[in-house]
């Protein structure tokens, strides 16, 4: 038999670690492009090479151009190529998650069908936000009471601390402009969230439409997570925003958005957070290296599984 064209695809014994890659790199303006099993980002400056195992996310900004090489590569490695806005802001599509396991989406996927298991995921995400209190015995609607009665403190302070004058949120979804300044600003603000902690999820693995709190929606998830951290970063961006009398507010709060996300802690503690809600008793970033990882069995009802690739029963295939 003939051998297959190309680079040959890196062994699975010799990629990196998910916990010890680097998480998410932004690239915008420039030629991505392949160099053995290295990525290249090539501009007006120059090339870098950045080895593709060591790659968790590649996160591919405006003014971007990928060769099909580039994302054979990603695949083979166990990365994934996240299409967004500038620097980061607005997620549009994906290419493949970064796990070779379904574990996580299994996991979210049982947790989120079960009532019980439910609540407990829904109470813990809570709990992250109400720091110092014990939520294990909250209903629903009493979470939901606390959560507002928080977030409605939160803006109250923040307008307090920029001068902007307050009075409710308030906002038509289909009318960004129809809103006053510090309601536009908390729309795009809020947006950039969005996108950041939905590429976040599915270069996990997981899926953006089996929420815990959240429900019905293709973003569910999306919103769960992303309302941990509105507190420390959308709203807080959003005033101060609102106080400087910009003429074009979203554009503006994109960019303070933007300029939050630069250090991409947020990304690594939002990944952090996924993994601890939906795989607790597991170690934050389980050995993906495992041979265990690549593969396939067949479900042999109830807990059991079987290997795949094999002819069972008589019938000649």
Same mark, same amino acid.
């Given at each position: 038999?003939? @051998?297959?064209?190309? !680079?040959?695809?890196p062994?699975l014994s010799?990629?990196?670690r998910?916990?010890d /890659?680097?998480?998410?790199?932004y690239?915008?303006?420039?030629?991505?492009?392949?160099?053995?099993?290295?990525?290249t980002?090539t501009?007006?400056?120059?090339?870098?090479?950045?080895?593709?195992?060591?790659?968790? %996310?590649?996160l591919?900004?405006p *003014?971007?151009?990928?060769?099909?090489?580039?994302?054979?590569?990603?695949?083979?490695?166990?990365? =994934? &190529?996240?299409?967004?806005?500038?620097r +980061?802001?607005?997620?549009? &599509?994906?290419?493949?998650?970064? !796990?070779?396991?379904?574990?996580?989406?299994q996991a979210q996927?049982?947790?989120v069908?079960?009532?019980?298991?439910?609540?407990?995921? &829904? /109470?813990?995400?809570y709990?992250? /936000?109400f720091? *110092?209190e014990?939520?294990?015995?909250? =209903?629903m609607?009493?979470?939901?009471? /606390?959560? +507002?009665a928080r977030?409605?403190?939160?803006?109250?302070e923040?307008a &307090?601390?920029h001068?902007?004058?307050?009075?409710?949120?308030?906002?038509?979804?289909?009318?960004?402009?129809?809103?006053?300044?510090?309601n536009?600003a908390?729309?795009?603000?809020?947006?950039?969230?969005?996108?950041?902690?939905?590429?976040v999820?599915? %270069?996990?693995g997981?899926s953006?439409g089996? +929420?815990?709190?959240?429900?019905?929606?293709a973003?569910?998830?999306?919103?769960?997570?992303?309302?941990?951290? @509105?507190?420390?970063?959308?709203?807080?961006?959003?005033?101060?925003? !609102?106080?400087?009398?910009f003429?074009?507010? *979203?554009?503006? =709060?994109r960019?303070a958005?933007?300029?939050?996300?630069?250090?991409?802690?947020?990304?690594?503690r939002?990944?952090?957070?996924?993994?601890?809600?939906?795989?607790?008793?597991e170690?934050?970033?389980?050995?993906?290296?495992?041979?265990?990882?690549?593969?396939?069995r067949?479900?042999?009802?109830?807990? @059991?599984?079987v290997?795949?690739?094999?002819?069972y *029963?008589?019938?000649d295939?």
């Amino acid at each position: 038999m003939s @051998k297959m064209p190309g !680079a040959p695809p890196p062994d699975l014994s010799e990629l990196v670690r998910v916990q010890d /890659r680097m998480t998410f790199i932004y690239l915008e303006r420039c030629v991505v492009h392949r160099d053995a099993n290295a990525i290249t980002a090539t501009d007006d400056r120059g090339t870098v090479h950045v080895p593709a195992a060591s790659l968790g %996310a590649l996160l591919l900004g405006p *003014g971007v151009s990928v060769s099909h090489q580039a994302m054979i590569l990603l695949a083979e490695s166990g990365s =994934t &190529a996240v299409w967004v806005g500038e620097r +980061g802001v607005r997620y549009y &599509a994906h290419g493949r998650s970064l !796990a070779q396991s379904s574990r996580l989406l299994q996991a979210q996927a049982q947790l989120v069908s079960n009532r019980s298991s439910r609540l407990r995921v &829904a /109470r813990q995400m809570y709990s992250m /936000r109400f720091e *110092g209190e014990d939520t294990s015995s909250l =209903t629903m609607q009493q979470l939901r009471g /606390r959560e +507002g009665a928080r977030v409605r403190r939160c803006y109250r302070e923040q307008a &307090a601390r920029h001068g902007v004058e307050w009075g409710r949120r308030q906002y038509d979804p289909e009318d960004f402009s129809s809103g006053d300044a510090i309601n536009q600003a908390l729309s795009a603000a809020h947006s950039a969230l969005y996108g950041v902690t939905h590429a976040v999820i599915v %270069a996990l693995g997981a899926s953006p439409g089996l +929420g815990f709190i959240h429900t019905g929606h293709a973003r569910s998830f999306v919103y769960d997570i992303a309302d941990l951290y @509105k507190a420390e970063f959308s709203i807080p961006c959003a005033f101060e925003v !609102a106080s400087g009398g910009f003429q074009d507010i *979203g554009a503006e =709060t994109r960019r303070a958005m933007r300029d939050r996300f630069r250090d991409g802690a947020l990304l690594e503690r939002c990944a952090r957070d996924i993994r601890r809600l939906l795989l607790p008793d597991e170690p934050d970033e389980d050995d993906e290296s495992s041979a265990e990882v690549d593969v396939i069995r067949l479900w042999d009802d109830g807990e @059991k599984t079987v290997p795949g690739g094999v002819a069972y *029963g008589d019938v000649d295939w």
